[in-house]
């Protein structure tokens, strides 16, 4: 069994939701061991169906029936990594999206060699923050882990030389996102402050931009996570106490903004 062989229509935040909750796309997420939990629970919440399928063993295999896969280097292993190849394989032989977060790639040399070998894979979409993106396009950057010391604007250009040198979407996420085809751009506003204080939140996206990539084409499946995420958050930061109120609050805003929510939406301008 493979997903279907067309590819998705062009669709505005509102239909893409729509369509996401019509379908609920199976999404394999080969993701971190911190982020397993809250990225099968965004999800739910938002109407996909999750699976948190990652060994070598059968990862490929699943790969074949899902309708996106993610791929997030945050916790690596060898074996880890095999299954990921495995899954991109498979994926890219049965037209499935897939979408790459580089988690923190220039920490080592085993991590900056992951990212580069599978970003060479071409994922459909590229998700990462400012700090990410400006190193894998070569450029400096004072970030040593997981979170970024740069500006969104600030990695703009090297998004569109990604997009355009590998084919793919790339989305740069932090108080305002900016998504790129390498010609066309995307800022999307909204969110919380309290975002970032929720671990894995960002490695949870990624596995949603895979979900609506699933329904749509890649640079409105990568806005329309965005939109509804913004939506979310900062529905969420109107009741929330801390981060862990947030935390259950935005779960809740995930599942309660509707299409219609999002109809006519000013958090997108295009550029």
Same mark, same amino acid.
């Given at each position: 069994?493979?997903?279907?062989?067309?590819?998705?229509?062009? =669709?505005?935040?509102?239909?893409?939701?729509?369509?996401?909750? @019509?379908?609920?796309?199976?999404?394999?997420?080969?993701?971190?061991?911190?982020?397993?939990?809250?990225?099968?629970?965004? =999800?739910?919440?938002?109407?996909?169906?999750?699976?948190?399928?990652?060994?070598?063993?059968?990862?490929?295999?699943?790969?074949?029936?899902?309708?996106?896969?993610?791929?997030?280097?945050?916790?690596?292993?060898?074996?880890?990594?095999?299954?990921? %190849?495995?899954? !991109? @394989?498979?994926?890219? $032989?049965? #037209? %499935?999206?897939?979408?790459?977060?580089?988690?923190?790639?220039?920490?080592?040399?085993?991590?900056?060699?992951?990212?580069?070998?599978?970003?060479?894979?071409?994922?459909?979409?590229?998700? +990462?923050?400012? /700090?990410?993106?400006?190193?894998?396009?070569?450029?400096?950057?004072?970030?040593?882990?997981?979170?970024?010391?740069?500006?969104?604007?600030?990695? +703009?250009?090297?998004?569109?030389?990604?997009?355009?040198?590998? #084919?793919?979407?790339?989305?740069?996420?932090?108080?305002?996102?900016?998504?790129?085809?390498?010609?066309?751009?995307?800022?999307?506003?909204?969110?919380?402050?309290?975002?970032?204080? !929720?671990?894995?939140?960002?490695? /949870? =996206? %990624?596995?949603?931009? #895979?979900?609506?990539?699933? &329904?749509?084409?890649?640079?409105?499946?990568?806005?329309?996570?965005?939109?509804?995420?913004?939506?979310?958050? $900062?529905? @969420?930061?109107?009741?929330?106490?801390?981060?862990?109120?947030? /935390?259950?609050?935005?779960?809740?805003? =995930?599942?309660?903004? /509707?299409?219609?929510?999002?109809?006519?939406?000013?958090? &997108?301008?295009?550029?």
């Amino acid at each position: 069994m493979t997903p279907p062989a067309s590819s998705p229509a062009s =669709l505005s935040p509102a239909a893409a939701l729509a369509a996401l909750r @019509a379908a609920a796309p199976l999404t394999q997420c080969i993701t971190n061991y911190v982020a397993m939990n809250i990225a099968a629970n965004t =999800l739910l919440a938002a109407g996909a169906a999750p699976a948190m399928v990652h060994t070598a063993e059968e990862s490929g295999a699943f790969a074949r029936i899902a309708r996106a896969v993610t791929i997030n280097i945050g916790t690596l292993s060898p074996a880890w990594v095999e299954g990921m %190849t495995g899954a !991109i @394989a498979a994926a890219t $032989e049965v #037209g %499935t999206p897939w979408v790459l977060d580089p988690v923190a790639h220039f920490a080592s040399p085993y991590r900056a060699g992951v990212a580069r070998d599978l970003l060479s894979r071409r994922p459909t979409i590229l998700r +990462g923050n400012a /700090s990410e993106i400006l190193a894998l396009a070569g450029g400096d950057t004072t970030a040593k882990g997981v979170d970024t010391t740069d500006p969104v604007v600030a990695a +703009g250009p090297a998004a569109q030389v990604l997009a355009r040198e590998f #084919g793919s979407i790339v989305a740069v996420t932090g108080p305002v996102d900016l998504v790129t085809d390498g010609t066309r751009i995307a800022t999307i506003t909204g969110g919380s402050p309290w975002m970032p204080r !929720i671990t894995a939140l960002g490695c /949870s =996206l %990624t596995c949603l931009m #895979g979900s609506f990539a699933a &329904v749509a084409a890649p640079l409105d499946a990568a806005v329309a996570a965005l939109t509804l995420f913004a939506e979310a958050g $900062e529905r @969420a930061d109107r009741l929330a106490e801390g981060p862990g109120t947030f /935390s259950w609050r935005f779960l809740d805003a =995930l599942a309660a903004v /509707s299409p219609n929510d999002l109809m006519n939406t000013t958090r &997108v301008t295009w550029a």
